[in-house]
């Protein structure tokens, strides 16, 4: 499906997307600034999402940001991760203009309360408990970035290294933030829905295009170094099951290889007629489940694989066979119908994201972010000139034994 | 110059004629009804197949759910490795759900390749074999399942909490055990299958931009089926026996950092003219992030990273639901503001500006949740299983434009007071 856009650049830097679309009666309103965990000073990690709680806490102008966007029949909310930040507002078109000023005003400045921000660390410490301590494997991700990464920054999770860096978050500090990152120049803006483009045009200059640009962020984060051994953990925890984890360096969302990589975790872990699941889970009966999964990371990232061992199996056993299955992949070319198989999922899988709005608008921003919007229409193509040459020689690379990250989560009952 | 603090004009949602699209209904040879929703501008169609066949027409407990999970995992003509294969082979998603009332097979595709995939849905409806094997290898892994599901205080909750408003013995309040999936057999499954599924009956949802030729294609494929039952089976309508005692402390891990808190009372079914007034109660309440318990629990206090209340969707009768995983030294603080906010709704009219902002608020949100072609499936889906028709929709929507405070607070004087709630942490 070919997603019609356009892109203007404002005065002052911002980047700023169009899409019309005029089957629908809503309009979506979306944010992304370059800005994720990934910029965290090390001692002060988890402010990049803490931060995005703050964004809700009122503007310099506006010192209720809910109201109003409720009175215009709106709903919004945003997500933080280890790259990027992103704000969405979806409401009936007609009340596009309150999602400009609200959004805008918080380009524009922060009401910074310490009141605020007060209560939104006591809200995160309850979302870190919630999801990372109060559950069993909890602490699974915060262990796997730390064996995998040594140097760069994704060594730790978009909520925090550890509560006490959230709980002792100051008010300068998120000041000292705000003014880093949030401004035009680190920004991209996309309206999408049922509007007309010379319109909405008009909308971003009379809010958005009178902001500061302020100072473009340029990033220089230390790369990671070559992982040239294989790496090992050992956790015993009070969980039921033992679990394994492997976590393999890929390369970037924009590196040449992302579109086989992607597939590759596709035909390892994608359904129930995926490899690992049809030969661990079914027939050698191993593991309970087993999944194989990627975040399409902006630097170099990891394609893990986890799954829960069957009591009594031992641990050697499982990883030996995960072994034998990446093995495989490497050592010779799959069939050209499995590799159909993972394409046709893929092409379906862009359709239904394409279908909500706001999945649309999103994608906009995020393909803008990779260097350029208009990769948001030729993703499927890439993905259709992969090869089974390319799978079986990039299976070859990242499954090397040197490449790996082993997680042996044992239960110590 | 611009003027940053004044709200620009906004066009009070209120004021927007909603409406639902139509679906065009078709009964096939063999009596199965079928509600098409023909609209959309993806090539990508949903059918939602619904069988009563939910956990409330077992005997044995786990039954419903088992059977419904296998229906991909063998046929005559398949193994579980071909049906997955094929159905992914053409990018489909095939999913199936199992709940207490019905159980589901859905099917998402790309419009291309939709005549293709029917035959084999309709396989697994009729000629489903449910191999020992895989009835083994579904209970080893439904069991580690449970066993880490054991382990979270939230899952917990989820379980006592329906066992207390429907009663033990009741379908909507029984629940998994390592023991009941260690009794299930393939007989029972298989009995069940054909019970309820070959010879049960149906009714089939769907939506998308739809081919030409659709009637033909589901009369083909569907309507020749020997599915017999009644237009819904005898539901075993269990007598619902709520328990006596109210408040319950549950210790499940002793080294937990959160309470998870379910706070609950037995609601009336969608047929009772509160419903819906309750609806627009409950959004003020908890039903959204700016409802009161949000905005005193979490932006005001800090205690959880979300709250909700919600009328739960089930046919027989509903509930009344508070949710939430609160820090553990301020549980009983949190449980005590959700009860003073009740109190606040009993004693104190809703400010005429709140009300409007939530009611703006409601009709904007299902403006959004009409949009598309499933949306609107699921819309029909639910009136047309709980018996219900389209006035139903739009009474819905004349409720929330002009019910008034007094209204709204005379609900909340007659469900929600504390007495009638059940309550539990499980820390």
């Not at chain 1, 102008?61 to 280890?82: Q, V």
């Not at chain 1, 120049?185 to 500061?212: C, D, H, Q, R, Y």
């Not at chain 2, 207390?164 to 023991?179: A, C």
């Not at chain 2, 639910?382 to 006035?391: A, F, H, R």
Request: some cysteine.
């Amino acid at each position: 499906m070919h997603i019609d856009y356009k892109k203007f650049t404002l005065s002052n830097g911002l980047r700023f997307i169009v899409h019309e679309d005029h089957t629908t009666p809503m309009a979506v309103l979306n944010v992304l600034y370059d800005v994720g965990a990934r910029d965290e000073d090390p001692g002060k990690t988890g402010f990049a999402h803490l931060f995005e709680h703050l964004m809700f806490g009122g503007s310099v102008n506006i010192k209720d940001f809910e109201t109003p966007l409720l009175m215009a029949g709106g709903e919004n909310n945003a997500f933080t991760t280890n790259d990027l930040t992103n704000y969405y507002i979806q409401l009936p078109a007609e009340n596009i203009e309150t999602a400009c000023w609200l959004e805008s005003d918080r380009m524009l400045s922060l009401a910074f309360s310490e009141k605020s921000l007060d209560v939104q660390r006591k809200v995160v410490s309850e979302e870190f408990k919630e999801h990372y301590i109060n559950r069993p494997y909890g602490d699974v991700a915060f262990k796997l970035r730390e064996l995998a990464y040594k140097q760069h920054p994704y060594r730790w999770m978009t909520i925090g290294q550890e509560l006490s860096h959230i709980e002792n978050a100051k008010l300068t500090d998120v000041k000292a933030f705000f003014f880093k990152h949030y401004n035009p120049s680190n920004a991209i803006l996309v309206m999408a829905g049922n509007i007309n483009t010379e319109k909405a045009l008009a909308l971003a200059e009379k809010w958005f295009g009178v902001i500061p640009a302020g100072e473009k962020y340029i990033r220089h984060l230390p790369a990671e170094p070559k992982q040239e051994t294989a790496r090992r953990m050992e956790v015993k925890a009070d969980v039921p099951l033992d679990a394994l984890y492997k976590a393999y360096h890929v390369g970037s969302r924009t590196d040449k290889s992302y579109y086989a990589m992607d597939l590759i975790g596709e035909l390892l872990g994608g359904g129930g007629s995926s490899r690992l699941f049809q030969s661990l889970v079914k027939e050698k009966k191993l593991f309970s489940n087993i999944e194989c999964y990627h975040f399409g990371s902006s630097d170099p990232g990891l394609l893990l694989i986890e799954g829960k061992l069957i009591k009594g199996v031992p641990m050697t056993t499982a990883d030996q066979a995960i072994g034998e299955e990446l093995e495989k992949l490497g050592s010779a070319d799959i069939e050209e119908k499995e590799l159909t198989k993972v394409k046709n999922k893929t092409e379906s899988a862009i359709l239904f994201e394409d279908m909500s709005l706001m999945n649309r608008a999103s994608n906009l921003a995020m393909y803008e972010l990779m260097g350029d919007v208009s990769f948001m229409n030729t993703e499927l193509e890439k993905y259709l000139e992969v090869t089974t040459r390319e799978i079986r020689d990039l299976s070859g690379s990242i499954f090397e034994e040197k490449n790996s990250n082993s997680l042996f989560y044992y239960s110590n009952n | 110059m611009l003027n940053r603090k004044a709200v620009p004009e906004i066009t009070d949602a209120v004021k927007f004629q909603l409406s639902l699209p139509p679906h065009r209904k078709i009964t096939l040879r063999n009596g199965v009804d079928v509600y098409l929703v023909n609209m959309g501008t993806v090539d990508t169609v949903m059918m939602n197949v619904i069988f009563y066949a939910g956990n409330c027409y077992e005997s044995e407990n786990l039954t419903a759910a088992a059977t419904n999970f296998m229906l991909k995992n063998g046929t005559r003509s398949k193994n579980a490795y071909q049906i997955n294969d094929f159905f992914e082979y053409y990018g489909a998603y095939l999913n199936r759900q199992a709940g207490h009332e019905t159980a589901e097979l859905t099917l998402h595709c790309m419009k291309k390749h939709f005549a293709e995939l029917l035959p084999v849905v309709s396989e697994l409806m009729t000629d489903s074999i449910f191999p020992e094997e895989e009835l083994r290898i579904y209970i080893k892994n439904m069991q580690q399942r449970l066993q880490v599901n054991l382990r979270k205080n939230d899952f917990i909750a989820g379980r006592l909490i329906d066992t207390y408003l429907f009663g033990p013995s009741h379908p909507y309040g029984r629940y998994s055990s390592m023991e009941d999936y260690a009794a299930l057999q393939v007989d029972g499954v298989k009995k069940f299958y054909k019970q309820y599924y070959q010879e049960g009956r149906c009714v089939i949802f769907i939506a998308g931009p739809l081919p030409d030729n659709i009637d033909t294609l589901i009369e083909t494929n569907f309507g020749s089926l020997p599915l017999t039952g009644s237009s819904r089976p005898d539901m075993a309508n269990a007598d619902i026996l709520p328990v006596h005692e109210k408040k319950y402390r549950v210790t499940n891990d002793a080294d937990s950092v959160q309470g998870a808190i379910r706070i609950a009372r037995n609601f009336p079914n969608r047929h009772h003219p509160d419903f819906q007034k309750m609806q627009v109660l409950n959004n003020i309440f908890g039903g959204f992030f700016g409802s009161r318990l949000m905005a005193n629990i979490r932006e005001e206090k800090g205690y959880t990273y979300g709250i909700h209340s919600y009328l739960t969707n089930l046919i027989q009768e509903s509930a009344l639901m508070i949710s939430t995983e609160a820090g553990k030294d301020v549980t009983e603080a949190t449980i005590g503001e959700v009860y003073l906010e009740m109190k606040r709704l009993c004693e104190e009219p809703i400010p005429a500006d709140e009300l409007k902002t939530s009611k703006n608020f409601m009709i904007g949100t299902l403006l959004g949740d009409l949009d598309g072609p499933f949306q609107v499936a699921g819309r029909w889906k639910s009136l047309i299983l709980n018996g219900l028709t389209e006035d139903y929709f739009y009474r819905g929507i004349e409720i929330i434009k002009n019910i008034k405070p007094g209204e709204l607070q005379e609900l909340a004087n007659k469900y929600l007071n504390a007495a009638d709630f059940y309550e539990l942490a499980v820390f």
